[in-house]
């Protein structure tokens, strides 16, 4: 409902006309009478256009540094902003913001266990800005938006308006901009909806350590006997595909924290990929883009209104974002045990890696701290094709402290609670990048089924030469001939040289985190020989 008596003036906003927590039938009529591109699909979806950048813009994150901030992973990740040049971004962004005929402001929480959540104020100009927040966000009902009171963190989007590129620190027209000292974050120059989402992932990655409380990028789902699954991934590896299962209870597609008390989901909706989206491969997806989901960036029949999932003249990076309701078996509150399986979902481009492998406790933060997989295309400006990266804890981009702390804080709790560990390929087979195909749907859900299940705990294993890893010679609802790599390869001797080079990507991306590892650790990963050639 319109509050026209509500005031931003505590935010040194003026602007009389200010739209709090509308339902998202609001969003719709103003985005469609104010918002260029904004249509509605026959299924009731909001599609809308997030302009010139369609993906998050790494590079223009800053992270203010402030006395005593020394705990930060600084860096490439973290990239330092002096004091001054954040006031300069932030005071451009509201004297924008005040130059609007109406605003909007969507009051949420980040986190669904009371004990941690966090109260987070979105103030944005765009409809499609409050109706993806609305979504993302975890939603007040009436009493709790009553006693809202003043915001734990404030997000002042003036994505319409371009940062001054004569500004010290800035690399182009887009800052996206988060100050620990007051709370805030800045977004100049680029309206991608995802900034913001993953904005307060940085937040809760680096409030929730300092409580003891592992924040994790992982999607996550229980079954009827309350086991609990984690699927660890960057985006494109299968973290909302395989965590919308139907016969298991989705806690969450993307972001989680893992208290003494068991997990519990950050947000309040789902943010999946549209691309080639299908009814038969994805049914829980598919039949959750209706009224209420905004659809970035898709093309659709101007007359019809149906969507052409298939249609990436625009981006390969489409997007669906719905409340997590609309995933009929969600688990609501969004909570659940401690974890039995752990499961590091990986695009491998090489094509070497099994479809499914058992990790040792070793092995498993080898992998977590390596975070091997393939950044997709479109997901990133820049990103064209799929392109061999490791981010660390398969989300080097969201962490705030550096990785180890991370890597620490999972050992403990698998340690503690008994989890379990797998690595699944959902990335190429029988050849690499231009010669494989990737593993098909079908197969790895028949593997996690496995996982879930238990049917992978005593099966016969071989141990792989070049990673260690023991591979399951056999699986449930899968050819045996695609789960030793190698055999699906024409060539074997190009597969042994394939494995090799990975191996030895894998023993250098590790070498800047030796120093913080055990030994034990650092054994875990791939055995390869040298051969210095000339």
């Known amino acids: 409902m319109e509050k026209q008596e509500f005031s931003l003036a505590q935010h040194e906003i003026t602007v009389k006309n200010i739209i709090r927590n509308p339902a998202p039938g609001r969003f719709y009529e103003d985005a469609v009478k104010y918002d260029p591109g904004s249509v509605i699909t026959d299924t009731g979806a909001l599609v809308v256009r997030s302009g010139k950048r369609t993906g998050r813009s790494p590079a223009d994150k800053r992270v203010v540094k402030t006395e005593g901030m020394d705990d930060i992973w600084w860096g490439k990740v973290n990239i330092p902003l002096d004091e001054h040049t954040y006031k300069i971004n932030h005071r ?111 937040v809760m990655n680096y409030l929730m350590p300092k409580k003891d409380v592992l924040s994790m990028h992982c999607s996550a789902n229980e079954g009827d006997d309350k086991d609990v699954a984690l699927f660890f991934g960057l985006s494109g590896t299968g973290k909302t595909t395989l965590s919308a299962d139907s016969s298991r209870k989705l806690i969450g597609d ?61 981006t390969q990076n489409t997007r669906a974002s719905y409340p ?52 997709v295309a479109g997901t990133e400006v820049g990103v064209d094709e799929p392109e061999a990266t490791f981010s660390a804890c398969f989300g080097a981009a969201f962490l705030v402290w550096p990785p180890s702390r991370y890597a620490e804080m999972l050992a403990d709790k698998m340690r503690k609670h008994g989890s379990k560990a797998w690595l699944v390929n959902t990335g190429l087979t029988g050849g690499p990048y231009g010669t ?31 990673f260690g890893v023991k591979i399951p010679k056999s699986c449930p609802g899968v050819s045996p001939e695609i789960l030793i790599p190698r055999k699906t390869w024409s060539n074997q001797g190009a597969y042994d040289a394939q494995a090799r080079k990975l191996g030895s990507l894998f023993i250098k991306n590790f070498e800047k985190y030796k120093e913080e590892s055990s030994i034990e650790i650092v054994n875990a990963g791939p055995k390869i020989e040298v051969k210095e050639t000339a």
């Open 92 to 202: 451009r962004a509201v004297d924008y913001l005040n130059t609007r005929e109406r605003l909007y402001v969507v009051d949420g929480f980040a986190g669904w266990d009371p004990k941690y959540r966090l109260k987070v104020r979105i103030i944005a100009e765009r409809p499609y800005h409050g109706l993806f927040m609305h979504n993302m966000l975890i939603r007040p009902d009436r009493e709790e938006l009553a006693n809202f009171g003043e915001p734990d963190f404030v997000v002042f989007n003036a994505g319409k308006f371009p940062a001054n590129t004569f500004t010290a620190g800035m690399t182009s027209d887009a800052s996206v901009d988060v100050n620990f000292k007051t709370n805030t974050m800045a977004i100049l120059g680029t309206e991608y909806a995802g900034e913001m989402k993953k904005g307060i992932f940085s």
């Open 254 to 314: 993307d972001e989680h924290c893992w208290s003494s008390d068991g997990v519990f989901n950050i947000e309040g909706g789902c943010y999946a990929k549209a691309i080639g989206l299908t009814e038969e491969q994805e049914p829980e997806i598919y039949s959750a883009i209706r009224y209420g989901t905004v659809l970035e960036n898709v093309v659709l029949d101007p007359d019809t209104r149906v969507v052409d999932y298939d249609d990436v003249s625009i």
């Open 324 to 375: 997590i309701e609309y995933i009929p078996n969600a688990k609501i509150p969004c909570e659940a045990g401690h974890p039995n399986n752990i499961i590091f979902l990986t695009y491998d481009a090489f094509g070497v890696l099994p479809p499914v492998s058992r990790l040792t406790p070793e092995q498993a933060m080898y992998h977590f701290i390596s975070g091997y997989t393939a950044k």
């Open 436 to 466: 494989g195909k990737r593993m098909d749907l079908k197969s790895t859900r028949a593997i996690i089924d496995a996982i879930h299940q238990g049917k992978l705990d005593s099966v016969d294993t071989v141990v792989d030469e070049v």
